[in-house]
């Protein structure tokens, strides 16, 4: 089967599995446990902190270890909530994951605004920066790099507007991590991420938050990480996640982005014959930066999404949908109805994700499998 979807979830890097391994014989105290076995846990864990601080560029007081990216953004929103005067508003980008979306909407019905995006995908910053002239809301929620189209956002941006206007940023950097070099992103005053996307395990993840200020905590009942987030913590999935992404981080920075830029190459060859191969296709976000690993296609008029996955599953190629199916159940994708596309259009969509390790040759291969099926339906 060769795998196009990376950002469901990507295979454990082998470094992370060998570490995840080791741990689990090394570090066997709990890291609250004041004998010398937990302290040796504990010890681990702050030296994984002080790692993960290098590569973002941040304090390692400022991070705190969780079970992945939801309960991330479900903790930093319920933090916003909480801390936040009655009545102040909460911004979340259109195209935010389904975990930032709806949490916001969860808390703050109403007084959740949604940002605009272009119809290249891209949020705006225009939009964004008229309305902070005059309006100050608890949280500005945009994320790194779009799940589905892989566009790319401006966050240096936004997190740098922000700041002058003394308004906390959320930045998930989920999809980005891993793919892109990960420095600076700890400029934003939260960010979130989750192992299993880039190479670590299931149920491992982090937020950055600021270490100075009380952050309201989401799950009580233990002193763990400073009181912030109660709960055992995970010593061998965090020190498997660190060291996943520090390996991918050092290939993103290889000979000044030379690894990227022959892989988003490889990318833009596979989408140029994929719209003469298939006439009528089209590609989300086309014209913009976008992650070199993600493809968001409509399909031309034949077939419903669903038909085009299982065919290409018979074919041997993973592929998504695209929008998120935590129940198995499509629904259109919000992502590309706020870049402007109809139901129908949406409808219409795949996506391509590959891994460091997908060649070349893989991409012709799934366009050829593409063609195959069309000609069939
Ligand atoms: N944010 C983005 C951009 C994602 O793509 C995902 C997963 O698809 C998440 C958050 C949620 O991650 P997790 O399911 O690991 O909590």
Known sequence: MTYFDHNATSPMLPEARRVWLEATEQFIGNPSSPHRVGARAEAALNEARERLAKMLGCDALDLVWTSGATESANWVLHHTLRSSPPGAECWVSAIEHPCVLETARHHFGTRLQLVPVTPGGVVQSNWLRERLRSERPALLSVMAANNETGVLQPWRELAAMCGESGVPFLCDATQWLGRLPAAGLGACDFLIGSAHKFGGPRGVGFV?????????????????????????????????????????????????????????AIREAFENRLRTGLPGAEIAGAGQERLWNTVSALMPEADCQRRWVVKLDKRGFAVSTGSACSSGREEPSHVLRAMGYSASQTSRALRFSAGWDTAEADWGALLAALVAVHRGL
């Open 208 to 264: 950055k938050c600021p270490a100075r200020g009380r952050v309201e905590p989401l799950l009580w009942g233990g002193r763990q990480e400073e009181g912030r987030r109660a709960g055992t913590e995970n010593v061998p999935g965090v020190l498997a996640m660190v060291a996943a992404l520090a390996t991918r981080n050092a290939e993103c920075e290889t000979r000044n982005g030379e690894a990227l830029a022959h892989r988003r």
